[in-house]
Every structure is written in C-alpha cells, then in structure tokens.
C-alpha cells in the first residue's frame, strides 16, 4: 500500500469515508504491510565480485520517505571476491547525507560472528566497513581477507532504516 500524505485539516473540513481510509488505514497499512523483496547488488572499489553459486537477497519497506532494508549475501563455493573495498545495493535511493547501518559477518567454520556496518552519504550503495585494527582507528573497509577470508557458507548482512531522496 502506497503512503499518502496526510491533509491538513481545518475548522469546518468534512471526513469522509474516502478521505479517512486514504489518510488513516491506507497509511497504517503502508506501514505494516510485508516487506518487499529486492536483488541488491555486490560490487567493490576495484575488480567486481561475483556471487557464483551464493546468494544476494534483500527486502524493504518504504512508508514516505522512510526506508527500512535488510540485505544478505551468502558465500557460494563459486564465488570470486574481487579486490577492492565492498558496497552493497541499496533498495531505493538514500538522500544525500551520512547514513550508518549495521551488520555482521558470520564465518561459518568456526561458527564466528563480526560486526560490520554500511556507510552512505546518499546514492544507491552502501559501503561495507569493518570496526578497526587498532583501538580508535578509523572504521576498515571489508574486502576479501579484511576481516577474514572468506569461503563458502560464510555470510554478509546488513540493516538500517534511512530517508529516501
């Protein structure tokens, strides 16, 4: 269901069934219909990866300009990584100021969880970063061998909620 803006009422303005049901359910539904799903994408500051036999898989909600997204990559053992810094597709396109999502990364032999964040300052990609090295360096970013290397069944997800442009 699409988000409607709502009127500004005034004295003597009169409900209607119509205007009630555009301005009040319509707009609740918008906000607690099922997510949609989305392809994003993969890509890097240098050579592309290419998910192989893995997976992309995401989905969001939209209510205005509200964004909310999850987003999922998963290892194949085909996968290429690329070189490079990572970025993942985002939904709908984000206004231009700096967001930060969260994530993780899970290895799947050993089962070990990292955190992991997106970073966008507008535009349709989020930029991957990983928490830093050294106590109170800069965010790193994720790449193949940052923090890990990664093989089959090891997953990338990401989540946040931004404005739309």
């Known amino acids: 269901m699409a988000w409607t803006d709502p009127s500004t009422w005034v004295a003597g303005a009169i409900l209607t069934a119509q205007k009630l049901n555009e301005q009040v359910r319509d707009n609740l539904k918008a906000i607690g219909d099922p997510w949609q799903t989305y392809a994003?994408?993969?890509?890097?500051?240098?050579?592309?990866?290419?998910?192989?036999?893995?997976?992309?898989?995401?989905?969001?909600?939209?209510?205005?300009?509200?964004?909310?997204?999850?987003?999922?990559?998963?290892?194949?053992?085909?996968?290429?990584f690329g070189s490079g810094v990572?970025?993942?597709?985002?939904?709908?396109?984000?206004?231009?100021?700096?967001?930060?999502f969260t994530g993780a990364i899970r290895e799947a032999s050993p089962?070990?969880?990292?955190?992991?964040?997106?970073?966008?300052?507008?535009?349709?990609?989020?930029?991957?970063?990983?928490?830093?090295?050294?106590?109170?360096?800069?965010?790193?970013?994720?790449?193949q061998g940052t923090p890990i290397t990664l093989s089959s069944g090891d997953v990338i997800a990401i989540a946040g909620s931004y404005e739309a442009a």
Request: aromatic share 8%; no cysteine; proline share 7%.
């Open 86 to 100: 990572y970025s993942i597709g985002l939904p709908v396109v984000a206004m231009a100021t700096r967001w930060i």
């Open 111 to 143: 089962l070990v969880t990292y955190a992991a964040f997106g970073e966008t300052a507008g535009g349709s990609s989020a930029a991957l970063r990983v928490l830093p090295t050294t106590p109170g360096g800069p965010l790193t970013g994720l790449s």
């Open 40 to 80: 994003p994408t993969w890509s890097s500051s240098g050579t592309n990866p290419s998910v192989g036999n893995g997976s992309l898989s995401g989905a969001f909600s939209q209510a205005g300009k509200q964004v909310n997204f999850r987003a999922q990559i998963t290892i194949g053992s085909t996968t290429t």
